[in-house]
């Protein structure tokens, strides 16, 4: 049974209005949070299945849909393991979008599986040898190239990237000022220590 007294997250363009005048200082989003709940920082994801508690979101929407901010409004963006959760014509309105509200200079952080990780450990790395094996309690699989199509697949996985990839799709938007960055490393303060997933292997940092 749901708690009436837990706070319960904005649903609108009002609700999100309102969440950005509590906040002292740069306006971070985190977007796709599932359950990291970042403090400091409005947490946004879609939560139709109800698997994230309701106060631990502060704008439950969809991101298929132009986010209910004002252009040049935010500070800093931080997504991880989101975009591969789109078909490419969802990331690239998202992607539009997100960079429409960060204002001039603002970053977005995007932090991801990577496909050429994902490629040499089909190639290189034995079945019975393979750490993400037991760590995802998937050894039923029989085959690397299972294992490789399962990568594709599950997890709700829609399109994966390399950097390439990365680089051009956010090209393909308008911007070009995008950088490769190791596993919570950043040169900007706000955006150091965010990563939850060690398989965030793909992470790019994009300048307005």
Avoid at 83 to 103: G, N, Q, V, W, Y
């Amino acid at each position: 049974m749901k708690d009436p007294l837990k706070k319960k997250p904005a649903t609108d363009a009002a609700g999100a209005k309102a969440l950005v005048k509590k906040i002292k200082g740069p306006i971070k989003l985190n977007v796709g949070c599932g359950t990291d709940y970042k403090k400091g920082w409005i947490n946004i994801d879609n939560n139709t299945d109800e698997n994230i508690e309701s106060d631990k979101l502060d704008l439950d929407w969809d991101m298929r849909n132009p986010l209910p901010f004002d252009d040049n409004s935010v500070d800093f963006i931080f997504n991880e393991h989101f975009f591969e959760h789109l078909t490419p014509d969802e990331a690239r309105s998202a992607m539009t979008d997100l960079m429409r509200i960060l204002k001039p200079g603002g970053v977005m952080r995007i932090a991801m599986p990577d496909l050429e990780d994902i490629v040499d450990h089909y190639l290189n790395v034995p079945l019975d040898k393979d750490p993400v094996i037991e760590k995802f309690k998937i050894d039923f699989v029989k085959t690397r190239a299972e294992w490789m199509n399962m990568s594709f697949r599950w997890w709700g996985h829609l399109w994966l990237y390399d950097w390439e990839e990365l680089v051009r799709r956010l090209h393909e938007v308008g911007y070009d000022n995008v950088v490769r960055c190791k596993l919570r490393e950043s040169k900007h303060p706000e955006l150091r220590g965010l990563e939850i997933r060690d398989g965030s292997i793909l992470i790019g940092e994009v300048t307005k």
